[in-house]
């Protein structure tokens, strides 16, 4: 039973950059699938990008295609989400989540989540 946190979310100008972290709170020797999703005030939550367990295949919703990037360092167990040229409308409450089969967009499919990290991106 490991929970995820997600960390590095911050306020940034539009234009800037930002890192998040996914990492569960005890070293874990499976590598989920690993999305991010983010969620804005009244917005449903929507799919960010995703990775598989290797690392091999990557995913981006067409908002962020370009702008950010998804990897993971298994030996670290942590993943990471890389966001450049932040816009305005980047700003929700981002989480991280697992699951077990391959790389999936929608939040059903994950079985484990972050607690989120606030991610919001000024004029």
């Known amino acids: 039973q490991v929970q995820l946190v997600e960390s590095g979310g911050g306020l940034v100008q539009a234009g800037g950059s930002l890192r998040l972290s996914c990492a569960p709170s005890r070293r874990t020797f499976s590598y989920p699938t690993m999305g991010w999703f983010r969620q804005a005030p009244g917005k449903e939550r929507e799919f960010v990008a995703a990775?598989?367990?290797?690392?091999?295949?990557?995913r981006y919703a067409d908002s962020v295609k370009g702008r950010f990037a998804i990897s993971r360092d298994n030996a670290e167990n942590t993943v990471y989400l890389q966001m450049n040229s932040l816009k305005p409308e980047d700003t929700a409450v981002y989480y991280c989540?697992?699951?077990?089969?391959?790389?999936?967009?929608?939040?059903?499919?994950?079985?484990?989540w972050g607690q989120g990290t606030q991610v919001t991106v000024s004029s």
């Open positions: 989540a697992a699951r077990f089969l391959g790389i999936s967009t929608y939040s059903r499919d994950y079985n484990t």
């Open positions: 990775i598989s367990s290797t690392g091999g295949n990557t």
